[in-house]
């Protein structure tokens, strides 16, 4: 299927007008915290740390 536009001549020829700058936007920060390890999980094997969290069933 195949659509034809046809376009106004004036609106071709004339540039968009710039829309008005954007202000600079503050950085967001976060601050890291020390999260540590929860007891009964073993951080070597990730595998196994996904099987947990998501469940054998989990595709």
Known sequence: MRTT???DPK????KPEPTATPSAAKPYRTKARPLGQRKG???DNVS???AVAEGEDHP
């Open 5 to 7: 536009v046809k376009l």
């Open 11 to 14: 609106s071709v020829a004339k």
């Open 41 to 43: 999980f073993r951080y």
């Open 48 to 50: 196994e740390l996904i």
